[in-house]
């Protein structure tokens, strides 16, 4: 061994305990555009949406999600763009050099305010956050098109003929109003507050999960979430990992221990405190968000910035919770440890380390392979 790899063998440098960074990348080019009258810089490739944020300009938004591809439905974010014939929705289309955009002129507004309307005729919005402050700003009066019509029965919109539009009444508005789906024992749809936005649909697929349970079924005002067939979930090629709900704006897709508790009057967001954890299930190290209220987990979410899991989760680190939990009308099975069998006693059958005896009632009712209950009642 020579001198010098002797000397760094015996005496390695001193190393950075930094942690290392990957080099910078290329800096992308910027291009010069007008916004609301004002010169701006804007990084090439990024969206009106994404220099507005950058601007400060408040644009809203119901189906754009970071973590998911734009899919345009909504048209809430919708700006002016000189020399295009229509409004643009702010949250996909990229900007370009020269570009005069207008976020906030007359004719953007009347648009926001027209789908504020429409959205609220017809679909109960009042667990959308920040939906009543935007039906505030921008006017909307959603009771301009009459007062709501009765609500479908359960399955019924569902089995309307693909393609038929029945002609409204136009003494009363067209509503998505129909029973809560309650079809297994983890998370509940209330397709009357569904605005159609697709997020699910894009967590469920490629975006996220790759398991394509939910699609958009039906056409025009019959345009509908369902499974294959309108399935049960529990029939359906969902695996419970609840990331349509993580997505969900408007409270469609929900725990079922909040729908209980909302039913009930319990749930209460202000008494609820937020801890961050890593799931124990797995070594992928899943950030869990644990939603704890009266010392109980009522919900788990994962961060939408966190670099492991983009707010998306598995059924383990969704739900597995309740593992850790039973909830209050769960009883606990008194037994007594076994005494010890001896060698030649047989062997007791195993029932499994989550599964309920037969006997031994679901701590919230069905399980996933019991027969659909629809038409649960709508919390408040
Ligand atoms: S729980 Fe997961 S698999 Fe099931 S419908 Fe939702 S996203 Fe799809
Ligand atoms: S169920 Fe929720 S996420 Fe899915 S389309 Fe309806 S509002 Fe959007
Ligand atoms: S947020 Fe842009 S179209 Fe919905």
Redesign the pocket.
């Known amino acids: 061994m020579s001198t010098e790899i002797e000397r760094i063998y015996r005496e390695p440098p001193a190393r950075s305990s930094a942690i290392p960074t990957a080099p910078a990348g290329p800096v992308p080019p910027t291009m010069e555009i007008v916004l609301d009258g004002r010169p701006v810089t804007a990084p090439a490739g990024s969206t009106i949406l994404d220099v507005c944020r950058a601007e400060g300009i408040e644009i809203p938004t119901l189906c754009y999600l970071e973590t998911l591809t734009p899919v345009n439905v909504c048209r809430i974010c919708v700006v002016e763009v000189t020399g295009s014939r229509v409004l643009v929705p702010a949250c996909s289309r990229p900007v370009e050099a020269g570009m005069e955009i207008r976020t906030a002129s007359e004719r953007v507004r009347r648009s926001r305010r027209l789908i504020l309307e429409l959205l609220g005729s017809a679909v109960d919005l009042s667990l959308a956050p920040g939906v009543a402050a935007l039906m505030a700003e921008y006017e909307a009066d959603p009771a301009r098109f009459g007062p709501p019509a009765p609500p479908a029965d359960a399955g019924a919109r569902a089995a309307r003929e693909p393609g038929h539009h029945h002609r409204p009444s136009g003494a009363a508005a067209e509503t998505v109003a129909q029973p809560v789906t309650i079809d297994n024992d983890l ?1 509940v749809r209330d397709y009357a507050r569904c605005i159609l936005c697709y997020k ?1 649909v894009e ?2 697929g490629t975006d996220a ?1 790759n ?1 394509f ?2 699609a958009v079924a039906g056409r025009g005002f019959d345009a509908r979430i369902s499974t294959e067939y309108d399935a049960p ?1 529990t029939a359906s ?9 993580g997505v969900c704006p408007t409270g469609a897709l929900m725990f079922r221990s909040e729908h209980e508790m909302r039913a009930a009057g319990t749930w209460d967001e202000a008494a609820q405190t937020t801890t961050d954890t890593i799931c124990p299930y797995c070594g992928v190290g899943c950030t869990l968000t644990l939603h704890v209220q009266g010392n109980e987990i009522v919900k788990v979410t994962s961060p939408m910035d966190s670099s492991v899991t983009a707010g998306h989760l598995c059924i383990k680190g969704r739900f597995g919770y309740r593992s850790v939990q039973r909830r209050p009308e769960e009883p606990r099975p008194e037994e007594p440890p076994p005494e010890h069998p001896g060698p030649e006693a047989p062997r007791p059958e195993h029932p499994g380390p989550h599964r309920l005896r037969p006997e031994e009632p679901g701590p919230q009712g069905p399980r996933p392979g019991d027969p659909v209950e629809s038409g649960g009642t709508r919390p408040a």
Request: proline share 0%.
């Open positions: 998370y699910c967590a469920c999960q398991t349970a939910i979930l090629a969902c695996v419970y990992c609840g990331n349509c709900i």
